[in-house]
């Protein structure tokens, strides 16, 4: 586990508490839907294991599967109010925008110390997000330029790449800052993506539980689980971490 080189860090729920704002969006969006067609009740056990992580209109497509319901995809720019996974989606996206204007967004202090700590020791780093929001969040927390190398939800459907659980956006990121996926670091707290950390033969799959579970966390490929990023330092880089593992 040493000489490890990267630090891919997931955005929402590991650099900035915005995976809280998307699961209310997700409830405003979820629970009248599924009172309204008579659906087993949406809950926040639905949000962990279904949507979060994943690209917006997977999340959507998973959780009506849930519920045994099949709508037809549509397309990106369907309006909210079709009957489509787009259009669901879409509804969502309003939702979370406006919550994101109104709350505003500040990342996490101890995520920030631990991305100072890594790349004051050299570690290069990206950002690889399924949200397409993702340029957006990042600029409001003030962390745009801290990351020059970003995958996201729009480069993800741009290049064809395949969302979280599977591994290619966190593969791309890797090959984009020219470092072996042996030698780079996963950071991520939500279910789909430990699984996406665990599926590319990452040199390391750190799990930061904000709900999901540490143990949820670790079943599902985390190496290592921590509270807080701001509880390591830049000797992660040489295969020291503490955590719960
Ligand atoms: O709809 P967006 O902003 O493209 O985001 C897609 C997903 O992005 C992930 O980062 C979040 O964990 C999910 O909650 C969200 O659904």
């Known amino acids: 586990m040493s000489d490890l080189r990267a630090v891919l860090f997931d955005l929402d729920g590991v650099l900035t508490p915005t995976a809280e704002v998307h699961m209310r969006a997700w409830e405003r969006l979820f629970a009248p839907y599924a009172t309204a067609y008579s659906l087993e009740p949406y809950t926040t056990a639905d949000y962990f294991a279904h949507i979060d992580g994943k690209p917006r209109y997977d999340g959507v497509?998973?959780?009506?599967?849930?519920?045994g319901v099949e709508l037809?995809?549509?397309?990106?720019?369907d309006p909210p109010g079709e009957d489509t996974v787009c259009a669901l989606g879409n509804g969502k996206d309003e939702i979370v925008n406006r919550m994101f204007e109104q709350e505003g967004i500040d990342p996490y202090p101890g995520s920030v110390r631990f991305l100072d700590?890594?790349?004051?020791?050299?570690?290069?780093?990206?950002?690889?997000?399924?949200?397409?929001n993702a340029p957006a969040v990042l600029a409001a927390a003030g962390l745009a330029d801290r990351f020059a190398v970003v995958v996201d939800g729009n480069v993800a459907a741009r290049e064809h790449i395949a969302g979280k659980p599977a591994p290619d956006t966190y593969l791309r990121a890797a090959d984009l800052l020219e470092v072996p996926a042996a030698q780079a670091i996963v950071v991520e707290d939500a279910i789909s993506g430990v699984q996406a950390g665990a599926a590319g033969s990452f040199g390391l799959v750190l799990g930061v539980d904000r709900g999901?579970?540490?143990?949820?966390?670790r079943e599902h490929g985390a190496d290592v689980v921590v509270?807080?990023?701001g509880d390591l330092d830049a000797s992660v880089l040489a295969g020291r971490v503490g955590g719960d593992a």
């Open 61 to 67: 497509a998973t959780f009506l599967a849930s519920r």
């Open 72 to 77: 037809p995809w549509g397309t990106p720019d």
């Open 117 to 132: 700590a890594v790349t004051g020791a050299g570690a290069r780093v990206a950002v690889v997000s399924s949200s397409r």
């Open 212 to 217: 999901v579970g540490a143990d949820v966390l």
């Open 227 to 229: 509270a807080d990023l």
